[in-house]
């Protein structure tokens, strides 16, 4: 199992900064992707970003040169930087991971959401 413990949600104003963190702890051994999910009320949860193993990203269009992903394989956390916030962008965040089980299959492993709120 995998626990993912996510923070830095907050309430911020239109054209804020937020950064939020995901620490991974549990059995981190060769965690894959890991990733940022929102889900704001009355919509499905949508992809945010994610980063591989190695350092390629990806982002949805809608995120794109505001936000940005990484991750501290030796911390196992990934962070992702929220520029120029828009009130669109108010949902609860869920950060992702995945790896592989024994048989091969991909298991992924969810944190519990935090909330962002942009809004004046």
């Known amino acids: 199992q995998v626990q993912l413990v996510e923070s830095g949600g907050g309430l911020v104003q239109p054209g804020g900064s937020l950064r939020l963190s995901c620490a991974a702890s549990?059995?981190?051994?060769?965690?894959?992707?890991m990733g940022w999910y929102r889900q704001a009320p009355g919509k499905e949860r949508e992809l945010v970003a994610v980063i591989t193993s190695g350092g390629n990203t990806n982002y949805a269009d809608s995120v794109k040169d505001r936000f940005t992903i990484s991750r501290d394989n030796a911390k196992n956390t990934a962070y992702l930087q929220m520029n120029n916030l828009k009130p669109d962008d108010t949902a609860v965040y869920y950060c992702n991971c995945n790896k592989l089980n024994i048989l091969g299959r991909r298991i992924d492993y969810w944190g519990q959401g935090t909330q962002v709120t942009v809004s004046s």
């Open positions: 549990g059995n981190i051994f060769r965690i894959n992707d």
